[in-house]
């Protein structure tokens, strides 16, 4: 074997690595929002802190192992960003909380698909027919999870999407961002200040709740998926292009209907599968954009 040879080899493991280590990340964000559906007495302020605990306390040492400054660079756009995902933070973990887990986890990955949007409009990027017309077919899935007009209630939907919105002008700034700080920043940042805002919320509100041991653990747990999930995610997107590895972030969907299936006893409709298709259809398409 040759050396270019020898060189294709290794980049295709890379790639084939990278795309593991997404699936690894799609699990684990899985995973978190499994176990958040096991403690629904615990306030939501108080999952969310213990969510972030594991960031603030290992992802700092990592920073100071590796001689990167904590505080980054763009600290303006960093605290924006911390911001916008602190809500959008809040609205997913509470759509988990409320509606099915495959609905919950299909209205957040429309995110990717509306960011192309906020490209346009903050980065100056431009956009084509294709993509506008992928955009309308992932919206169109969406539409078939949230089923406007079917529901009693649709507003834990509608804050779901609004919390995408929030998320998808949060990838235009990441996106931005990669220039200036090590991901390793930004996580630390979102950490920090999604951490603090739980905490002083539940402090405010005096409803912090002293679980008993399982919930502790399922708890403690939720931390280290979301941790996980954070790290792998991180990984993968230093191994291989994001615009590769990216696409593999929608099997949560899949692992969504999966749980919901046989943990749950609770199979989402027809309508959210075909509409959960949808999204993922939107998600390959854009990646095949992307890729050409």
Do not use: C
Not at 97 to 110: C, E, G, H, N
Not at 254 to 272: H, N, R
């Amino acid at each position: 074997m040759d050396q270019s040879t020898s060189t294709k080899v290794d980049k295709s493991e890379v790639k084939t690595q990278g795309i593991l280590m997404m699936l690894i990340a799609a699990i684990s964000f899985a995973a978190m929002a499994i176990l958040i559906k096991f403690v629904p007495s615990i306030p939501l302020m108080e999952i969310i802190f213990f969510r972030n605990i594991p960031t603030m306390l290992i992802v700092p040492l990592i920073l100071i192992n590796k001689g990167i400054p904590i505080l980054g660079n763009n600290r303006p756009l960093l605290l924006l960003w911390s911001i916008i995902a602190t809500f959008s933070v809040v609205t997913y973990f509470y759509t988990i909380r409320v509606m099915i887990l495959t609905d919950a986890i299909s209205i957040k990955q429309f995110a990717p698909l509306l960011s192309v949007f906020f490209s346009v409009i903050f980065l100056k990027e431009k956009i084509g027919f294709k993509q506008v017309s992928i955009f309308v077919f992932g919206f169109l899935g969406t539409l078939l999870v949230v089923k406007p007009g079917f529901w009693m209630d649709i507003s834990p939907a509608i804050i779901g999407l609004g919390g995408a919105t929030l998320q998808a002008m949060g990838f235009t700034i990441v996106h931005y961002l990669r220039s200036h700080d090590h991901p390793l920043v930004i996580v630390n940042y979102l950490g920090y200040v999604i951490g603090l805002t739980a905490l002083g919320v539940l402090l405010w509100q005096g409803n912090f709740i002293v679980s008993d041991i399982k919930s502790i653990i399922i708890l403690v747990l939720i931390g280290l998926a979301g941790l996980a999930g954070q790290f792998y995610l991180t990984l993968s997107y230093h191994m291989a292009p994001p615009k590769l590895v990216s696409l593999y972030l929608y099997s949560q969907i899949v692992f969504g209907v999966i749980f919901d299936t046989f943990i749950f006893k609770k199979a989402p409709d027809l309508f959210s599968i075909f509409g959960a298709s949808l999204i993922i259809v939107s998600g390959y398409l854009n990646y095949k954009i992307k890729a050409d």
